[in-house]
C-alpha cells in the first residue's frame, strides 16, 4: 500500500492518503458486468480527459468501493459533466468550492450508508469511500493538481470527499423508489442551531436564513449567489417540529426569510440563491436539533440531479446490490 500510494503520488494521482493498491483483480471485480468499459462518457476539466466506465472503476477501486457502489460514483461523476454545474470552475477555482454528493432512494440502507449519527463525518465505510472515490476521479481523470491547474488558495476538507445519503424517510417529493444522485458544490460546512427553545418558526428558521443571507454578504459581490444553490441538513427531530408548525416548503420560506435579510442591508435586488428551488433542504442525521449549512460556491454553479445507473447504463437494482 505504501508503495502504491508513494508511485501514484510521483505520477499525480492521489490525494496524499493512502490508497487500495489497483491490482488486476480488483479493476476485474469492480468492473464484472460492465459490457464497454472503455465507453466515452464525456471529457472532465480541465484538462478534459475522457470518463469511462474502466476510469470510474480505477479510482473507486483507490478509495476503497466494493463494486455494488460503482453506479454511485459513475452517476456522481457523468452528473458533474452537466454544463450547468460548471465542473471547470470547481476544479480551477481559486475558491473553496467541494462536490458534495447527495445520494437518495433505497440504494443508501442497500449499500449500508450512513444517515444518521455522523454522517457527515467518519465511521463509514460507504458514505467515505463514494465521496472520496468521486473527488479522487474528477482531479485524477480530469488533471487536477495543486499549483498547476487546482488553484485553491487554501481548499477545504470536503474536497476530499463529501457524500450526504438521505434516509428514505425523507426522500422529499420524489417517488419512494427512484434512486437518485445529486450533486452540489458547496463551500464549506457551518453548524447552525434555532434559537431559544426552538419552539416557532421564527426560533427554527431565522437562524439558517441568517446563513443563506450571510453567504451572499460575505461573497464580496452579493450578486454572487443570486445564480448558485445552497443546501442545510435538517435532523430529523427539527424537521418533525418544523412540519406540526404547518410550514408545507421550508425551502420557500428559508429562501423569503433570507431575502428579507438581504433587502434589510439595502440589497433588495439581490437574493440568497437562484430560486426557492436552489435552497436543497436536505432532512437527515441523528438525534438532536443542530442543522447545518452548506453554502453555495459563489463561482456560479446549479445543482445536477440524476437516477443512479449500472456502470453498463442500466437502472441500480437494490435486489442485486
Partial sequence: MEDATAALLIGGIGDGLPVVPPTAARLEAMLAGVAAPDAALGAVPPLFSELTPAGAAYHAVLAGCRPSELGVVQTALQACLAPEFNLLGVQTTTGTAAVAVVVRGPVVAALGMNTGTNLLGPGNRANAAIGRAVALALAGIGGARPGETDMATTGQPGRYGLCLPVAPRAADDRPEDADTVTVLAVGGTAEVLPRGEGRTAAEILDPPAALLAGSALAAGDPGRMSACEQALVVPPEV???????????????????????????????????????????????????????????????????????????????????
Fill in 239 to 321: 424537521a418533525e417540529r418544523v412540519h406540526a408548525l404547518g410550514i408545507a416548503d421550508v425551502a420557500a420560506e428559508l429562501y423569503r426569510r433570507g431575502n428579507e435579510l438581504l433587502a434589510n442591508h439595502g440589497l433588495s435586488q439581490e437574493r440568497v440563491a437562484a430560486s426557492a428551488e436552489a435552497v436543497h433542504v436536505l432532512v437527515t442525521g441523528g438525534a438532536g436539533i443542530k442543522m447545518v449549512h452548506l453554502p453555495g460556491w459563489i463561482g456560479g454553479s446549479r445543482a445536477v440531479t440524476r437516477p443512479i445507473r449500472c456502470p453498463g447504463g442500466e437502472p441500480v437494482s437494490v435486489a442485486e446490490g
